[in-house]
């Protein structure tokens, strides 16, 4: 099991950024991937961004040029930071973890609202 406790949300104006952090434990050892995705009420949730455990990284359309997903040593933490939001950024954002035979992990969320 593995557990993800993101943090950093709040209320930004637009154009500012965003530093998001999520911190795993339990079984760090078995995560294959990490991402950040975000989910507006009413909504499905959405890929923002996803690091592998090689490195590389990958970025939805919308947040492409804007975000940069980074990890320390052994996950710890995994961030997300974009920049130049919008209102439409606003959304909770979740910290997802992928372990061994495509098990996923999630965390509760953290609410970022953009004002105009």
């Known amino acids: 099991q593995v557990q993800l406790v993101e943090s950093g949300g709040g209320l930004v104006q637009t154009g500012g950024s965003l530093k998001l952090s999520c911190v795993a434990s339990?079984?760090?050892?078995?995560?294959?991937?990490m991402a950040w995705y975000r989910q507006v009420s009413g909504q499905e949730r959405e890929l923002v961004a996803i690091?592998?455990?090689?490195?590389?990284?990958n970025y939805a359309d919308s947040s492409k040029g804007r975000a940069t997903i980074s990890r320390g040593g052994d996950w710890n933490p995994m961030r997300l930071q974009m920049n130049g939001l919008k209102p439409e950024d606003t959304a909770v954002y979740f910290c997802k973890a992928i372990g061994r035979f495509g098990v996923e992990y999630w965390g509760k969320g953290t609410l970022v609202t953009v004002s105009a």
């Open positions: 690091i592998t455990k090689g490195g590389t990284t």
């Open positions: 339990g079984a760090v050892f078995s995560i294959n991937a």
